[in-house]
């Protein structure tokens, strides 16, 4: 088995003090590869998300980042430690720049690897490149994505968790964040990407988690989502 960057065991999270919103939820995320996580609106994946990156506490299971146990840190401690979530709300300094708000990404890192990794996130993202001097809120809703993204880069993380990055965009922008997350793979980055897009995940991912009402219900390969993505959809989505 490829070496695991994430270890999942047995993990329940109840959100708002309500129902359970995941039940004893297992996986293993190897490092150096893609793992999408499937489902329809509801399912739980954004609370799976949230949990790894520690702004929901589980009720029971653990989580090892690393061979290390993350349940319990502050997200901060989770994010110093490389594993750094990209959400739907996007979470930008809309006032700021998009310059600034990429530096903010580099805070704990020297200024000379800030600007080695700044450099990178502009050859993924030339039209960041071009408006660096833009106000955030000003962009269009696919380049703030980008600008999401390219924040969480200069991190340097080891892990990047990517909620629904595609939800919302155009075709156009949908395939050029494709694009980007295929050239990220290619760099060895290690990924959880949540997508209710299946056919964008088939061609990115290389293993899968269906989850619905806060179980994992199926689990497999690239290929065998390709193959059955018709049944799941029927299965899972509707």
Do not use: C, W
């Amino acid at each position: 088995m490829a070496d695991p960057i994430l270890e999942v065991e047995n993990l329940s999270v109840r959100r708002d003090g309500g129902a359970l919103a995941l039940r004893n939820v297992d996986f293993v995320a190897a490092r150096e590869s893609t793992l999408g996580v499937l489902g329809a609106n509801g399912a739980g994946k954004s609370t799976l998300l949230d949990t790894l990156s520690a702004f929901l506490r589980p009720e029971s299971g653990t989580i090892r980042f690393q061979g290390e146990r993350i349940d319990g840190k502050a997200p901060h401690e989770v994010a110093r430690r490389g594993l750094v979530q990209v959400s739907q709300s996007r979470d930008l300094f809309t006032n700021l720049s998009v310059l600034d708000n990429l530096m903010l990404g580099a805070f704990v890192r020297g200024a000379a690897r800030a600007a080695e990794t700044l450099a990178r996130v502009f050859e993924y993202f030339p039209k960041l490149a071009e408006r660096q001097d833009q106000v955030a809120g000003t962009l269009s809703g696919g380049e703030q994505q980008m600008l999401a993204i390219g924040r969480a880069l200069m991190t340097e993380p080891e892990l990047l968790l990517l909620d629904e990055p595609t939800a919302g965009l155009s075709p156009i922008v949908v395939q050029e964040i494709g694009k980007m997350i295929k050239r990220l793979k290619e760099t060895g980055l290690s990924m959880i990407l949540v997508e209710q897009n299946m056919a964008l995940a088939a061609t990115v991912i290389d293993n899968f988690l269906l989850i619905r009402n806060g179980e994992v219900v199926a689990r497999g390969g690239a290929g065998e989502l390709a193959d059955k993505a018709d049944n799941f959809l029927k299965a899972h989505y509707v």
